[in-house]
């Protein structure tokens, strides 16, 4: 039973002091940005930014049915 509440009390402390330490920094990426220029925007690379023009614009879908058993006379 000692234990128990030992490891309770040890989880506790340990939840407390990350909290803590977290209290100081800006964001929940602060210390993976430490070494970064935060005034360069991240840019795309060549293969997503190619991907993104191929998706750009305003996109016109048309479905056509064809007529089956279940549907004889077809949709669409």
């Known amino acids: ?3 128990c509440w030992l490891a309770v009390l040890l989880l506790l402390a ?3 002091s990350a909290i803590a330490k977290r209290r ?3 964001s929940m990426t602060a ?3 430490a070494g970064k220029e935060a005034s360069k925007p991240r840019q795309p690379g ?3 930014q190619k991907l993104f023009d ?4 305003t996109w016109t879908v048309t479905e ?3 007529p089956s058993e279940t ?3 077809g949709a669409g």
């Open 14 to 16: 340990a939840t407390l």
């Open 1 to 3: 039973m000692k234990l």
């Open 31 to 33: 210390p993976f940005e």
């Open 54 to 57: 191929a998706f750009l614009g």
């Open 24 to 26: 100081g920094q800006t």
């Open 46 to 48: 060549p293969e997503m």
């Open 71 to 73: 549907m004889p006379n």
């Open 64 to 66: 056509q049915i064809q």
